[in-house]
């Protein structure tokens, strides 16, 4: 039996986020769970996992860890991990563990997998499912090497659900005053222009042929652009763009100004998970194509009935103006 | 203030390549890679290309690229790159496979960075692409900072600014779209680079001629650096198979077309 550690940080205001509870889902399927938390305050996400079952609530607290930071999240990551005595450690690969727990996995002298889809045991031992080349395949290993940290993806597992109560936390005391970084805040664009939306049930991808010559022989990028913002506004959708949309944005062509990098997915992008997508105006065959990989249901919209964008990728494609649905969409939804 | 910048980054199939996995003797890899047109990392290249414009304005500084790959393939892929910024190549003749180990790679560029005459690592930055395009696990840096004692560490950075006291301001790439900023009194501090700011440079010939003087002979002293990756195991890699049968629908009205997408949307 592995000595498994559910290692989690603590959001601000004091709960887990739905990814840590998939991860401590998964972390008590394989077995006993000796629970790790993280943060400025934790007694309240412990508390509302204590009746998870575990066998311990360890925990690194204070103002020092309240926000992520290499430095601070990696010695508490090591303390817990050496405090657990852990073999096999399971995190939700959120940004803050995806930058800290590999330079946790080194100074413990383990390994580290990150974006797993799955650990589940086989042949008695546990192994991982994650994809290789930018989500193009996808392999099952496993790994002799202990401790072993595995990171994995939010949207793969149900998450956790059970009831709260009050945890017993034992508190393991981590010394980071040498950290020369000061973390001085969060940027993010005004919520109305907030077009990243992971928890949305709907991902909308825009490809560049929304900034191509129409019917009319004219670019129409800014109905383009209201026509998608008042669709994600409505439908309260996560945006998603194709990497030469995203291209053009940086180039200072007749483009839409709601599309940056960040939106980015495919190859070189993100790769989300949402329940359902909608496609609008994508082309490409399948190395493209992964930007939806993970999606659930897909519909498309274009123009071209064989796309390889949405032939045999989409559950349904719509062969008619991206532009004129838009329109009755948005009309519908208002 | 001058900075040693020293980039870590690798070379991967051209994006557009099919890639078909096989098992050979010693793992998974991918069929006729040898054969694959490759490129350098795409987030690698960001972090090169924000390398070199930090050093340019930052006088008396200097570029090394770090990178493990195949001999043959890394001076197929350095005709290009050397065109773009300069910089003095670092090369390791080894795997670039996408199933090598983060952990080995580490300890390999490591020993690479320790190597490497003159270089001061107390005013040292680590630059590489926060995941690459073939292994995309995002651990390798962080564990290269761990072999070098550097416990200042950004992942899905997008932004650099040095302040006036020489300190560093940087932008990192969180959930929901967000960036945090946090501020980094000094180097050395390791660097996962996202997308960046930076447009790629178009190819100098003049820049190229120069690098080219160094990358040769940087290619000829390339160490063999096998990767062993003891204790992982692959049980199997495989494409996925799942195609779907789509519905086509032709000649419907957009009215119509739009009612059965809000009705969709609305299902549980």
Request: glycine share 10%.
């Amino acid at each position: 039996m592995e000595r498994i550690l559910f290692l989690a940080h603590v959001e601000p205001d004091g709960s887990l986020v739905k990814a840590a509870l998939e991860a401590l889902a998964s972390a008590l399927a394989l077995g006993e769970v000796t629970v790790g938390l993280v943060g400025g305050s934790v007694q309240g996400a412990a508390d509302q996992i204590a009746g998870c079952g575990a066998m311990r609530f360890l925990a690194v607290e204070g103002e020092a860890f309240a926000q992520g930071r290499y430095a601070t999240d990696a010695a508490a990551g090591e303390a817990l991990c050496r405090a657990a005595g852990a073999e096999l450690v399971i995190a939700p690969s959120t940004s803050r563990w995806a930058r800290a727990l590999p330079g946790v996995a080194c100074r413990l002298g383990g390994r580290v997998d990150t974006h797993a889809a799955s650990i589940a045991t086989m042949n008695e031992v546990p192994a991982v499912t994650r994809w290789f080349y930018r989500q193009r395949m996808e392999g099952v290993l496993t790994r002799s090497q202990r401790p072993w940290i595995v990171l994995l993806e939010p949207g793969c597992v149900t998450a956790w659900t059970g009831t709260s109560g009050v945890a017993n936390v034992e508190r393991v005391a981590v010394d980071v005053s040498t950290t020369r970084t000061t973390v001085i805040g969060m940027q993010a664009p005004p919520a109305d222009e907030q077009t990243i939306r992971p928890d949305a049930k709907l991902l909308f991808v825009a490809g560049a042929g929304w900034t191509k010559k129409q019917a009319d022989g004219a670019v129409h990028a800014q109905e383009a652009e209201k026509l998608i913002l008042g669709f994600l506004h409505a439908a309260k959708a996560s945006l998603g763009g194709s990497k030469s949309l995203v291209d053009l944005s940086g180039e200072g062509e007749a483009v839409l100004k709601c599309m940056t990098h960040l939106n980015q997915v495919g190859q070189t992008g993100s790769t989300p998970r949402h329940p359902k997508g909608l496609s609008t105006c994508c082309h490409g065959e399948e190395p493209h194509v992964v930007g939806w990989r993970f999606i659930g249901e897909r519909r498309a919209i274009n123009l071209d009935a064989n796309c390889g964008w949405a032939r045999g990728k989409a559950d349904v494609l719509y062969v008619s103006d991206a532009f004129a649905v838009m329109r009755e969409l948005n009309r519908l939804l208002a | 203030m001058p900075f040693q910048i020293v980039v870590c980054g690798s070379i991967v199939p051209d994006p557009l390549q099919t890639l078909e996995p096989v098992t050979g003797p010693a793992g998974p890899a991918l069929k006729n890679e040898m054969m694959l047109p490759a490129v350098l990392d795409p987030w690698a290249g960001h972090a090169l290309f924000e390398a070199a414009h930090l050093a340019a304005q930052h006088a008396g500084s200097k570029v090394w690229l770090v990178s493990l790959g195949p001999k043959a393939k890394l001076q197929q892929v350095m005709m290009t790159v050397a065109q773009k910024v300069p910089f003095e190549l670092v090369a390791m003749d080894g795997p670039a496979s996408g199933f090598a180990d983060s952990f080995d790679t580490a300890a390999v560029l490591a020993e690479a960075i320790r190597g490497i005459a003159g270089l001061d690592r107390g005013r040292m930055l680590l630059f590489g692409g926060w995941e690459s395009a073939s292994r995309g696990a995002g651990s390798t840096l962080q564990m290269i900072g761990e072999r070098l004692g550097i416990t200042e560490q950004f992942q899905g950075v997008d932004e650099l600014r040095v302040e006036a006291d020489g300190a560093l301001q940087i932008l990192e790439r969180v959930e929901g779209g967000r960036h945090q900023v946090s501020r980094c009194a000094a180097p050395p501090a390791v660097l996962g680079w996202a997308t960046g700011r930076l447009p790629e440079p178009r190819n100098n010939p003049q820049v190229g001629m120069v690098n080219m003087r160094l990358v040769m002979p940087a290619l000829q002293r390339a160490k063999a650096a096998p990767l062993k990756s003891v204790g992982l195991c692959f049980h199997s890699v495989t494409l996925p198979k799942q195609r779907r049968e789509t519905r086509i629908v032709k000649d419907m009205p957009a009215g119509e077309i739009a009612r059965e997408i809000v009705a969709w949307i609305g299902e549980e």
